[in-house]
């Protein structure tokens, strides 16, 4: 696509050509704005809303505020609820807790990989013996009952 086409494309989507868009050298411009607009704003294997509720926690982990800005408010614009937005940070910050923990503890890697595993293992077989009905006595054939 030429600069002018991508213009045009961002004033279609956005109302409006972001100024950042200036920033990118104009041979890097073409393969950045497909990539940011499948990215950001097209329906892939993960739903828009999701994959900004996912993008909000990398951003917000990352700290970097252009980010949280920009996929807070197009969450929204996906159908994300202030709940969510509220839960996306709430986990972002539980696992950049248990992450810090882990690496200053210097638990070993290959241990908490094995615990993983096994943990999992055990929960799925918890929930497929949960999945099972209940199975029922055959009820005893009397002669009345033919």
């Given at each position: ?18 100024g ?19 990215i ?6 993960i ?13 917000t ?86």
């Amino acid at each position: 696509m030429t600069k002018k086409e991508i213009y045009e494309e961002a004033a279609r989507l956005l109302g409006k050509v972001p100024g950042f868009l200036d920033t990118v050298p104009e041979k890097l411009l073409g393969p950045r704005w497909e990539e940011w607009r499948i990215i950001e704003m097209e329906e892939t294997a993960i739903p828009a809303k999701y994959k900004q509720l996912v993008m909000l926690a990398v951003s917000t982990y990352a700290k970097c505020q252009y980010c949280i800005e920009f996929h807070t408010e197009v969450a929204k614009l996906f159908g994300a609820t202030e709940a969510e937005i509220i839960e996306t940070a709430a986990l972002t910050g539980h696992t950049a807790l248990w992450s810090n923990f882990l690496q200053g503890t210097r638990y070993p890697v290959e241990r908490f990989h094995s615990e993983v595993h096994d943990d999992v293992e055990f929960a799925r077989k918890e929930q497929k013996a949960a999945a099972k009905p209940a199975v029922e006595k055959p009820k005893p054939v009397t002669a009345g009952s033919r």
